[in-house]
């Protein structure tokens, strides 16, 4: 894979890029906001590392601009900071996956390589929800009168509900889906975005269904 490092702490951007270079991938490394932005904009790669606290430009701002393109490249924050409301703002901004400083490498690349299994097993680009449609490079779910705003991370936990389709899909698996593997996150958040996202698609036919002991699953039609 092409990899685009963004870590403005330069032993840990040089220990990264040679472990990741080690593995087979090539790496693009910066270390400022600012060109991290201009260098994605204009340059391809397959999955983004990104540091949130840097100069220019923080990787918060760095991601929303990202997102706001509907550039769904995979991304992995990395973050000195461990409160949790920090952790939520970044998946919210669009990121897929998190790890909090200090970490041990070897669980970045294990990351690194669970987003790669993700990216080879979609080859769907949207999927038939009764009268809605859910595209899913980048996410956005439409009807026959437009597109629909729907926040990202619900739109996430709707395509996780699609594969496989009608089948049950449980609070982990979905908390997974919306907040990245191996995220501490409770499964009651879950519930939320569930509730939320009923209410969006009742209007539309559109259903989910609790399947007791097993999760959650889609039902189109009456």
């Not at 990202?66 to 990395?78: G, N």
């Not at 594969?163 to 191996?182: E, F, H, I, M, N």
């Amino acid at each position: 894979m092409r990899i685009t490092l963004i870590e403005d702490t330069e032993s840990l951007r040089k220990g990264l890029t040679y472990r990741l270079e080690d593995e087979g991938h090539v790496v693009d490394a910066l270390a400022d906001g600012l060109d991290a932005d201009d260098f994605l904009r204009h340059e391809r790669s397959d999955l983004v590392i990104l540091d949130i606290n840097l100069p220019g430009q923080s990787g918060l701002e760095v991601l929303r601009a990202l997102r706001r393109r509907a550039d769904p490249r995979p991304v992995i924050l990395l973050t000195a900071r461990g409160e949790t409301e920090d952790r939520v703002a970044g998946l919210d901004a669009g990121a897929d996956d998190y790890l909090v400083k200090p970490f041990a490498i070897d669980e970045l690349l294990a990351r690194v390589r669970a987003l790669a299994r993700r990216g080879t097993q979609a080859p769907t680009r949207s999927v038939a929800l009764g009268p809605l449609v859910l595209e899913l490079e980048p996410l956005q779910l439409s009807s026959e009168a437009g597109p629909l705003d729907v926040p990202r991370r619900e739109l996430m936990l709707l395509a996780a509900l699609t594969r496989p389709p009608g089948s049950a899909v449980s609070k982990g698996q979905l908390l997974d889906a919306v907040y990245g593997t191996g995220t501490d996150a409770d499964e009651k958040v879950i519930e939320v975005y569930v509730s939320r996202l009923r209410k969006r698609l009742r209007p539309h036919g559109v259903s989910i269904t609790v399947r007791r002991g097993i999760g959650y699953a889609l039902e189109t039609g009456p």
